[in-house]
């Protein structure tokens, strides 16, 4: 029989839409799971079984990190954004969300210049975090599945798509017309918003992309350099490491 996985620290996002989980192998980020941010998929969690000291957790969703710390007691950190060492210009500091904070955090520390950092997930956020560490704010957009959802649900005939990259923007069928709407839209927003941030920011830029859409989107989008996927979990790791008292 194997000898069982021994990991030192879990991290956990938990998502709007999804719980991920995982940890880091030298510089690489290995992927324990993926669960819907529902409580009834919470059961499916079990982390205990690889003898684990620490979980590392930022979460959006207040009673997803209630029931988790509940889960798994005396073992997670949930990291607030207070704790992310970043100088916060947001008028509103306990508003700005830890996720947004932490993945402009690992931007940070990870490519150590300005950086417009784009998360596309359930909804679609732009930051600037700049080399001196200030988080100057952003833009918050509905995300891509946004879009489609809504469609579906809002009028009486229009059906629920698959969204995937398309390459012509005429449509055939009224599938096919929406994909592209969505599609091209999200592109040229994403893209439109990026060039004015930069405008904005009057200094030079990396624009890294995060989030689970941008396998669909960052690749099709000029304005984006890298697509970073755990750009998050690195911010994470970075806070471990900055903080001695975790």
Not at 96 to 101: K, M, Q, S
Request: with cysteine; net charge positive.
């Amino acid at each position: 029989m194997g000898k069982m996985l021994k990991i030192k620290q879990i991290y956990i996002n938990a998502g709007n839409s999804r719980i991920t989980a995982g940890y880091f192998r030298g510089k690489r980020f290995i992927y324990l799971g993926r669960w819907k941010s529902c409580t009834a998929e919470l059961k499916k969690i079990e982390l205990n079984k690889f003898g684990c000291e620490k979980i590392i957790m930022a979460s959006v969703v207040p009673e997803i990190s209630k029931l988790l710390k509940k889960k798994f007691p005396e073992k997670v950190f949930e990291v607030k954004n207070k704790d992310v060492p970043v100088l916060n210009l947001y008028k509103n500091k306990e508003l700005a969300g830890v996720d947004r904070l932490l993945a402009c955090f690992g931007a940070l520390r990870k490519y150590k210049k300005n950086c417009v950092v784009v998360d596309l997930g359930t909804a679609t956020t732009l930051n600037l975090i700049t080399k001196r560490g200030e988080f100057k704010g952003g833009i918050i957009a509905p995300g891509a599945g946004f879009f489609s959802n809504y469609l579906f649900e809002k009028t009486a005939r229009l059906p629920r798509i698959a969204l995937y990259g398309v390459k012509r923007a005429l449509g055939k069928s009224t599938e096919e017309c929406i994909r592209a709407g969505i599609y091209f839209g999200n592109i040229e927003m994403i893209g439109g918003l990026i060039r004015r941030i930069k405008k904005e920011a009057g200094e030079s830029v990396l624009t890294v992309a995060t989030g689970g859409w941008g396998t669909v989107f960052a690749g099709a989008i000029k304005e984006i350099d890298k697509y970073d996927p755990e750009l998050i979990f690195y911010g994470m790791k970075e806070l471990l490491g900055h903080e001695k008292n975790l």
